[in-house]
């Protein structure tokens, strides 16, 4: 897709520990992609990560996507919501387990502190379980005056692992 007028860049973060994470990320990225007004661009790897936050709990996989859109920030933020319950994302508890969780990270340049949406993601540099995936895609992408790939060197990546290092492991039915 060329940078008609209209259509922006934004980066998603994915992850889920219950039930089958892997295809439950794989059907949220082509539903978007199926979308008149989401092209899926790239994918990262798949990593399997341990919890963070509250940690007894079962490890998640993450993920990061840039998808072009002419949704607006918080039109796109109600997509993914709208795909998380269509999956049955149940929220019971702040960073605890979840079939599926799609946030928005970035939204082109586009810095906001608005209380249904922040951006960029307001705790994206803190977390290796983003920074990681998202610099698979993205790594010269600046965040808050640094690039993710200077982010992601000074972030906590321990016990993070490849689960599957195919780009393409969203496309296939899983």
Same mark, same amino acid.
């Given at each position: ?6 259509? %922006? =860049?934004?980066?998603?973060?994915? #992850?889920?520990?219950?039930? +089958? ?5 794989? $059907? /949220? ?59 049955? %994302? =149940?929220?019971?508890?702040?960073? #605890?387990?979840?079939?599926? +969780? ?5 939204? $082109? /340049? ?65």
């Amino acid at each position: 897709m060329s940078s008609e007028a209209g259509w %922006r =860049v934004a980066t998603l973060g994915l #992850g889920g520990n219950l039930g +089958d994470p892997r295809r439950a990320m794989a $059907e /949220a990225l082509r539903a978007l992609d199926a979308r008149d007004d989401c092209v899926v661009e790239a994918v990262s790897r798949l990593y399997r990560t341990p919890p963070w936050g509250k940690t007894d709990q079962a490890w998640f996989f993450n993920a990061c996507a840039q998808v072009r859109t002419t949704l607006k920030p918080e039109a796109l933020l109600d997509t993914c919501l709208d795909i998380e319950r269509s999956m049955k %994302r =149940v929220r019971d508890e702040r960073w #605890g387990p979840r079939t599926l +969780d799609i946030d928005v990270l970035t939204y $082109e /340049a586009v810095a906001q502190a608005e209380t249904r949406l922040e951006l960029p993601h307001p705790r994206m540099t803190d977390r290796g379980f983003v920074l990681m995936p998202l610099a698979d895609i993205a790594a010269d992408l600046p965040v808050r005056g640094r690039t993710v790939g200077d982010w992601l060197g000074g972030a906590d990546v321990a016990g993070i692992e490849v689960a599957d290092g195919d780009m393409t492991w969203w496309r296939a039915d899983t």
